[in-house]
């Protein structure tokens, strides 16, 4: 199965495939409309990447990179990981890491970073088979991602 | 106290804060001269900057920007957040925490996130203070942040 690199006219494709994931997750997600908009400028830029396999398409990821103060290349985070249900466990998911990788190489990144839900036991047994620490080298321990929203000029913790 | 943008002159004041950022956590830190050579060029970048607390600095937080399928704007990312051992626990921190939100709102970022040790209570504690949340708000649940390193050509664990 080919995994090829997703260029601005395959933007409809990618979207389509982004809210199929969104929704057998329950996660929100913008409109198929605004989200083709959008990977159309995201998949021109140098610092957003999709990877597809198949034709037609079983799946796709998405890696963002951003720049470190650590390291001359940039840093890749997998944004997002999507095999389609009924072609699960036939090694999509491994072939677009692969491609996520040779990808970072190309782009000078050294450090590829995924956030995963503690409850999805699937995925980190996933990520573990794909190389990925979950004990962090440095120190040894498992890394909890956090957020806050600041979209709301209200909303200050600190007042 | 004033917390301020830090401009590329600034390079080599940020590198000295970083340094011990890293030798206070035992973390790997690159060579101060590279490291200033480094900086130079972030600091006059518009996806990464850096708020320095007082003068002479007390202490700083960078944060980086990545573009998002999700957002018309950037996610943002701390990625350092540092005060002067003899000056904690006088909210230089807090004070960082909403200058790196004031520059997320000009920029367009929606979300700020961080990545934080398990082990680390006094951190999970100050970033709850400061409105991130370890459960996320779509699952409900943890996260965590794994990584792998990509720069060895032998290493792909998918074979």
Do not use: K
């Given at each position: 199965?080919?995994?090829?690199?997703?260029?601005?006219?395959?933007?409809?494709?990618?979207?389509?495939?982004?809210?199929?994931?969104?929704?057998?997750?329950?996660?929100?997600?913008?409109?198929?409309?605004?989200?083709?908009?959008?990977?159309?400028?995201?998949?021109?830029?140098?610092?957003?990447?999709?990877?597809?396999?198949?034709?037609?398409?079983?799946?796709?990821?998405?890696?963002s990179l951003?720049?470190?103060?650590?390291?001359?290349?940039?840093?890749?985070?997998?944004?997002?990981?999507?095999?389609?249900?009924?072609?699960?466990?036939?090694?999509?998911?491994a072939?677009?890491?692969?491609?996520v990788?040779?990808?970072?190489?190309?782009?000078?990144?050294?450090?590829?970073?995924?956030?995963?839900?503690?409850?999805?036991?699937?995925?980190?047994?996933?990520?573990?088979?794909?190389?990925?620490?979950?004990?962090?080298?440095?120190?040894?321990?498992?890394?909890?991602?956090?957020?806050?929203?600041?979209?709301?000029?209200?909303?200050?913790?600190?007042?």
């Amino acid at each position: 199965m080919l995994v090829r690199r997703a260029e601005p006219h395959d933007a409809a494709r990618v979207a389509t495939l982004l809210d199929a994931f969104n929704r057998e997750y329950d996660s929100p997600a913008p409109e198929l409309v605004a989200l083709t908009e959008r990977l159309t400028a995201l998949l021109a830029s140098d610092t957003f990447a999709v990877l597809i396999a198949g034709s037609p398409p079983t799946g796709f990821a998405s890696v963002s990179l951003r720049p470190s103060a650590y390291d001359d290349g940039p840093v890749a985070l997998l944004e997002d990981l999507y095999v389609r249900p009924e072609l699960r466990g036939r090694g999509i998911g491994a072939r677009l890491i692969a491609a996520v990788v040779a990808h970072c190489r190309e782009v000078g990144a050294g450090l590829l970073e995924v956030n995963v839900d503690e409850a999805d036991a699937d995925a980190l047994r996933f990520y573990a088979r794909e190389g990925f620490a979950l004990l962090q080298p440095d120190t040894g321990e498992r890394a909890f991602y956090l957020s806050r929203d600041v979209t709301s000029a209200g909303d200050d913790a600190s007042g």
